[in-house]
């Protein structure tokens, strides 16, 4: 398998390794015996949720949290879990078809999901509360995903929305700033009218020797760029080695392939996608709203001798 499955998929695993154990196993050895079970590849094992942690170990953790709320895991001592009789009762009934819906014949796994429930709304969700296919994690890794894209799309229409000659010298200026931003060097614009040329020179060292040009195209997303412009700003290069059109827009295959095979100089395309991704995680036209500081417990310091 080449992808982590859902948190749920890792509940009939949990199961079937905690009750073949001859003794108590750490989350690390759960996780690690349901990938195998899983069958999860090296793509799969080097997978990871936004904080860096590895996608797997997330899942099966969060598997095992809610086996031990549903009464069916226990953990006797620091990091050692074991299965209950309710466990090995639930994995002979059912083997890998376990899912959250299952769980919700255990009261106190229903009163685990009340209380969740409870402390965020202060409201009890019911006998049979509501339940996901995503964990904690993903459901902040999505809400983020969508957060992001919402102010990529903000930031393209704020880019747009600038209007005649002002906005022609406001884009060149913002692509030259944000090859600042990323470090490649001090950037200036030339001219508002050089359209068909060098829009804006990026200075990598203290007298000039080695510069970047760069071409900035603030299109409409249906205008996309061909290979004759591309060929067009090659010629421009003249001796410089470095080059990158900007645009909102995107670019056609020709003018990719062109790019990509030209001998005399490196040509970088970045796309209306690719600017608004670089600007976002260059901090080029965003503010910070809010910091979240999120802590996962340490279990190599639970899994140290008392």
């Known amino acids: 398998m080449n992808y982590v499955p859902d948190y749920q998929q890792f509940f009939g695993p949990a199961l079937e390794v905690t009750y073949q154990a001859k003794g108590a196993l750490t989350r690390k050895e759960i996780a690690d015996k349901s990938a195998d079970i899983l069958g999860l590849n090296e793509a799969a094992m080097q997978e990871s949720i936004p904080s860096g942690f590895p996608r797997y170990l997330s899942n099966s953790g969060w598997a095992c949290t809610y086996l031990k709320q549903a009464g069916c895991l226990e953990t006797p001592k620091r990091n050692a879990w074991v299965i209950t009789e309710q466990g090995r009762a639930l994995?002979?009934?059912?083997g890998n078809e376990v899912s959250s819906e299952t769980l919700l014949r255990f009261p106190s796994f229903v009163e685990f999901i009340n209380k969740k429930g409870t402390r965020k709304t202060g409201q009890v969700l019911g006998d049979k509360p509501p339940v996901t296919e995503m964990n904690p994690d993903e459901m902040l890794e999505t809400g983020y995903s969508e957060l992001r894209a919402k102010l990529s799309n903000d930031l393209m229409d704020s880019i747009l929305e600038i209007q005649g000659r002002e906005g022609d010298t406001f884009f060149e200026k913002l692509v030259t700033d944000l090859l600042e931003k990323i470090g490649y060097g001090k950037g200036r614009v030339t001219t508002a009218s050089n359209d068909g040329g060098i829009d804006g020179i990026i200075t990598t060292d203290a007298l000039g020797f080695d510069p970047i040009y760069v071409q900035a195209k603030r299109y409409a997303l249906e205008n996309s760029i061909g290979r004759p412009l591309v060929q067009s700003f090659a010629g421009a290069l003249g001796a410089t080695k470095r080059g990158a059109i900007i645009t909102t827009s995107t670019f056609s295959s020709g003018a990719v392939e062109f790019a990509k095979t030209y001998p005399h100089a490196d040509i970088i395309l970045i796309d209306g996608d690719k600017l608004t991704d670089l600007m976002i995680d260059y901090d080029l036209g965003v503010?910070?709203?809010?910091?979240?500081?999120?802590?996962?417990?340490?279990?190599?310091?639970?899994?140290q001798d008392t």
Do not use: V
């Open 91 to 94: 994995h002979k009934e059912l």
């Open 287 to 303: 503010a910070t709203d809010s910091t979240i500081k999120l802590k996962r417990l340490d279990t190599d310091y639970f899994s």
